[in-house]
T-cell receptor
Framework: AQSVTQPDIHITVSEGASLELRCNYSYGATPYLFWYVQSPGQGLQLLLKYFSGDTLVQGIKGFEAEFKRSQSSFNLRKPSVHWSDAAEYFCAVGQGVQGAQKLVFGQGTRLTINP | NAGVMQNPRHLVRRRGQEARLRCSPMKGHSHVYWYRQLPEEGLKFMVYLQKENIIDESGMPKERFSAEFPKEGPSILRIQQVVRGDSAAYFC??????????????FGEGSRLTVL
């Protein structure tokens, strides 16, 4: 069965600093990978996704992620964080792209931004 | 262009009561998914439905929980005889029809159930 691990439960960075959130997955086939962001009391918003092709994917809000098959990782990065980036970030792996997009989520990483 | 609409946003029930959560998918979407988020945890898949059909309910608890997506109207997640452990945020997501599905789920803002 597929699984997703986000090793860091809570990360604090200073505004303007770079950010990397880690995500490791376990999946037998080529994974469909996603990063979602959840602001307090809100739903989830898709930041970016990887299905195939270029292993470096660009998303919204200046985020990017790199798929590394050899490391089973899909880490999220941003060169310079803003105070508005404070939120919970979830990595997910999906099984199947046609129809049933059943996602398995990691436990999330809470990002705090210091002014 | 409305997104996925869930109501109520907050629901308080006493133990033993029933909770009904509603979800209207995005326009043009015929696939609905329900996820549960327990405090301090990620989302866990519960059930996947298309109109009038349950496609995958492998994440649904065996008892007290049911879901439907009728031909007309919203999808309903029903929890009978609620217990304190049912307190969670319940998220609905939708996606387009097969063949045009990019694999992305569009999430609602969730319904937060508190059981007293």
């Amino acid at each position: 069965a597929q699984s997703v691990t986000q090793p860091d439960i809570h990360i604090t960075v200073s505004e303007g600093a770079s950010l990397e959130l880690r995500c490791n997955y376990s999946y037998g086939a080529t994974p469909y990978l996603f990063w979602y962001v959840q602001s307090p009391g809100q739903g989830l918003q898709l930041l970016l996704k990887y299905f195939s092709g270029d292993t470096l994917v660009q998303g919204i809000k200046g985020f990017e992620a790199e798929f590394k098959r050899s490391q089973s990782s899909f880490n999220l990065r941003k060169p310079s964080v803003h105070w508005s980036d404070a939120a919970e970030y979830f990595c997910a792996v999906g099984q199947g792209v046609q129809g049933a997009q059943k996602l398995v989520f990691g436990q999330g990483t809470r990002l705090t931004i210091n002014p | 262009n409305a997104g996925v609409m869930q109501n109520p946003r907050h629901l308080v029930r006493r133990r033993g009561q029933e909770a009904r959560l509603r979800c209207s998918p995005m326009k043009g979407h015929s696939h609905v998914y329900w996820y549960r988020q327990l405090p301090e945890e990620g989302l866990k898949f519960m059930v996947y439905l298309q109109k009038e059909n349950i496609i995958d309910e492998s994440g649904m608890p065996k008892e007290r929980f049911s879901a439907e997506f009728p031909k007309e109207g919203p999808s309903i997640l029903r929890i009978q005889q609620v217990v304190r452990g049912d307190s969670a945020a319940y998220f609905c997501a939708s996606s387009p029809v097969t063949g045009t599905n990019t694999g992305e789920l569009f999430f609602g803002e969730g319904s937060r159930l508190t059981v007293l």
